[in-house]
């Protein structure tokens, strides 16, 4: 196969598309999106506001908002004192209404979460909870080490988490809750918890601060926080009516259909289920960014939509990050290929030799042969490589094999050229991204400028070939144009 016919299909189109690029070409507003939906600033302020003294709680804060936005629960996975009830609290703040917390045992008693029963209503027939102040009332509630709850308990959220009713009595009552956020140290191991656990759709987990983090953790003064913006019930319904006008692009449903294929690779089960409403709160991250269709890099949010374990959720975000950071598009690896190709013909033909002839045009080797004397001969006869010399080549060939080599120069500077204003564009994308933080950011410009590095080094391999056929040594004729070097790609 000819190297310029075997140019991947990412390659070949990459000096007008570099991954990504078409959502970086969207409008950053959607004219006809509801006026009443939260703005960019608003979103951004809560955000500040829930991690505000909290170190390395990006990630956590913009799940947990994400989730309330998204009409979703959360899972806080950590062990003690890494501030999951403070999230929880904090956005209790910013919702407002009655706010619940409790933490459950294995000794823990409906009455404790839903209320005692109502004794004026056993009086008149009816078997009824008195719910005031108690979970079926709140609009944020944190339950701490969750999955240590009984079965009786456990049953009755399912529904609440699930459908948003409580059983009062012989009625369904719907209750105001918008969103809950679970905490447990692990993920639980019992197979009779696993649906309780796919319940919550977002999943994060909490670690203790990190070594480099620890100094401004004791350094910290404690200053609440203050919500100057808040969040209304209403604000949220109309995310819910407006997030169905949010689309699902051909390049989008490809990108998932890659991810789900990688998820297999690494063992890790997705259920149909999960991932329909897990696309939910892709078109909702796109929503509250003022964008119609969901882009590249609203993928992100997958990590805590997919992922069990933290190792998990690292997979989805270095994944990603690749993507965001032109990893496939680019290829190294094929380019090294390329190169290697290149170098290796430039060898064979460095190497070749062709038999040396005198002015008259007979062979060297039969003037030495007629002079040899008997001694010489003694010795063993002359060799043939003595008479050789390094081949010669016509100028023909050599204009080829550089004009193959100036070919892919081209595309890989026009790519490089383009690929530097994609950086400069996913930069500024990144960082005004809601979902996305700035360590994510970076991590993402990080492959991005390793993938171009690796690029570069193939590219003065290329020009180093390129000078060494120009190099050859040059025949008296024309000559004639080679074949193209080949590359394999298995």
Known sequence: MALHSACPDGFKSAPSEVPGSESLRQPSNIEHLSKSLPSLDQLRSIIAGLEHGLI????A??????????????????????????????????????YFERLLTRFTVPEELFGPLSLAALDAGRYERDIKGYLPTATVAFLDEVFKANSAILNALLTLLNERLFDQGSARIRVPLLSLVGASNEVPQDEGLRAFFDRFLFRCSVAPVSDPGFRQL?????????????LTPEAIDVIDRQVQQVRLTDAIIHELEQLRAHLKTIRVEVSDRRWVRSVRALK?????????????????????????????????RQWVSMRLGCDTALDPVWLSRVAQAFEKQLEIEQSAGELAFDDSGKLALARSLAGADATAMANGAPRL????????????HIAARIAQIDGILLELQIFLGRALEHREALQVRLKGHLWITPEFAQSCLMHFDATCRRVLEQKQALERARNGFAALPLGEDEGTVPDPVTVSLD
Do not use: N
């Not at 390395?56 to 990630?59: I, N, T």
């Not at 501030?83 to 910013?94: F, T, W, Y």
């Not at 004791?218 to 808040?230: A, D, G, R």
């Open 61 to 98: 804060a913009r799940a947990l908002l994400l989730a309330v936005l998204s009409g979703e629960h959360l899972l806080l996975l950590g062990p003690p004192g890494t501030a999951k009830s403070e999230l929880a609290r904090r956005m209790h703040g910013v919702l407002g209404g009655h």
């Open 218 to 230: 004791v350094q910290l003064c404690e200053i609440p926080p203050s919500f100057s913006e808040k």
């Open 56 to 59: 390395e709680r990006s990630d």
């Open 385 to 396: 490589s003595a008479f050789s010399r390094q081949r010669r080549y016509g100028a023909r």
């Open 284 to 316: 909702v991250s796109a929503l509250t960014l003022g964008r119609e269709v969901v882009s590249l890099d609203d993928l992100v949010v997958l990590s805590w939509l997919l992922a069990q374990t933290t190792e998990q959720a690292e997979a989805i």
